[in-house]
């Protein structure tokens, strides 16, 4: 296990040293995103718009942020992670369509994920649940939303500024390793054994 302090825009040689279990913090740009916003960016980068914002070397943050307006800025009081796996159907399409290099998020993604995280240079940083002022903490400023009227305080893409974001562990890595998909497989073997035993 290694720990890494890296900063975003990340480069595909940035994410190829990453292994599973390594310990990321994150500094730069990150943007949060979860179902309605990745539906919205991948409708417009399929009809070939730009986004109002460059999501390429970036990470997404599976979240959906409680905020306040304090004067003319947005605040982020509490940024916990939303579940990834609901984000699983269209997340290797926007790994290939955005050019990101991570998302964050808790619970895990699965084959078609961890298959674009190998052909693309991507990782999942894996953020601990229940820990949502401890990300809050590390972000340090709201630099941009993007279709707040349209989707909603919780579906709208947030750009933020963050500092040290993390621990991040990396659940997986760019050579196609998955920590959620070895338990899946190890409890299957396990299970089978059980039922023989019956």
Partial sequence: MVE?????????????????????????????????????????LKKGERLPFDPQGLLVYHVGPV????????????????????????EAEFIEMTGIRGV??????????????RKFGAFYGAF????????????EDVEDVFWLEELGVPEAVWLFKVRDFGPLIVAI????????????????VQLEVLLKSL
């Fill in 4 to 44: 890494y302090h890296l900063k975003t825009p990340l480069s595909e040689e940035d994410v190829r040293k990453l292994k599973v279990g390594d310990i990321v913090y994150i500094s730069g740009k990150i943007f949060a995103a979860r179902d309605a916003a990745h539906k919205k960016i991948l409708e417009l």
């Fill in 67 to 90: 905020v306040k307006k304090v004067g003319d800025k947005w605040q982020v009081v509490a940024a916990g992670p939303t579940t990834s796996a609901r984000m699983e159907i269209m």
């Fill in 104 to 117: 964050i998020g808790k619970g895990g993604m699965f084959e078609r994920t961890t298959e674009a995280m």
């Fill in 128 to 139: 601990v649940g229940g820990a949502a002022l401890l990300a809050a903490k590390a972000i």
């Fill in 173 to 188: 890595d760019s050579h196609g390793n998955n920590l959620y998909m070895d338990v899946i497989n190890k409890a299957k």
